[in-house]
T-cell receptor
Framework: EPEVTQTPSHQVTQMGQEVILRCVPI?????FYWYRQILGQKVEFLVS????????KSEIFDDQFSVERPDGSNFTLKIRSTKLEDSAMYFC???????????????FGPGTRLLVL | DQQVKQNSPSLSVQEGRISILNCDYT??????FLWYKKYPAEGPTFLIS?????DKNEDGRFTVFLNKSAKHLSLHIVPSQPGDSAVYFC?????????????FGTGTRLQVTL
């Protein structure tokens, strides 16, 4: 069964450093998302991406964050200058298409645990 | 901003019995609802969904009920199995035809005991 994959599984970085989290969405999916879950809190939406541009972003997704689809398979989340409060589990998700709710179901990757020291 | 609420942080059920997980929402624009299951250190796994035009959707042991007037949905698991022990998240989205963001509840930890 196709699945979303994410690398690395864990990332430890120093405050102020840049990190890039990588995701390979399901191959025939067209919509891509990033969510995060701070320890003990709920899963929060960060950004959605379609047709090589951001569709929607939350207030969390400020200028320190960017997303990119550098090639036909990868989808990346970059945090330019990490802060302590960026420590969280980051989940990538993808969905097939729009117009049909069933096809819009988002499938999640296993996550990258980011720890900022 | 608690648009999706799961008021029970935990639930313990005996194997073979019914598990009922509840979810309430406040945003009347939500029209698609999903349940995800999550094990520690893994991503949310899609379980079952329901569109706002329906009041029930069933898939094997899992049934989701939607009461739009009460802005309430529930997930029934019958019979419950030890492998069902996980955190269950209710999620909702508004509008199709776009890359609609999911709004999640805080989760309910289900423990199925032998």
């Amino acid at each position: 069964e196709p699945e979303v994959t994410q690398t690395p599984s864990h990332q430890v970085t120093q405050m102020g450093q840049e990190v890039i989290l990588r995701c390979v969405p399901i191959s025939n999916h067209l919509y891509f998302y990033w969510y995060r879950q701070i320890l003990g809190q709920k899963v929060e939406f960060l950004v959605s991406f379609y047709n090589n541009e951001i569709s929607e972003k939350s207030e969390i997704f400020d200028d320190q964050f960017s997303v990119e689809r550098p090639d036909g398979s990868n989808f990346t989340l970059k945090i330019r200058s990490t802060k302590l409060e960026d420590s969280a589990m980051y989940f990538c998700a993808s969905s097939q298409t729009s117009g049909d709710p069933i096809q819009e179901t988002q499938y999640f990757g296993p996550g990258t645990r980011l720890l900022v020291l | 901003d608690q648009q999706v609420k799961q008021n029970s942080p935990s639930l313990s059920v005996q194997e073979g019995r019914i598990s009922i997980l509840n979810c309430d929402y406040t945003n009347s624009m939500f029209d698609y609802f999903l349940w995800y299951k999550k094990y520690p250190a893994e991503g949310p796994t899609f379980l079952i969904s329901i569109s706002s035009i329906k009041d029930k959707n069933e898939d094997g042991r899992f049934t989701v009920f939607l009461n739009k007037s009460a802005k309430h949905l529930s997930l029934h698991i019958v019979p419950s199995q030890p492998g069902d022990s996980a955190v269950y998240f209710c999620a909702a989205s508004e509008g199709t035809g776009t890359a609609s963001k999911l709004t999640f509840g805080t989760g309910t930890r289900l423990q199925v005991t032998l």
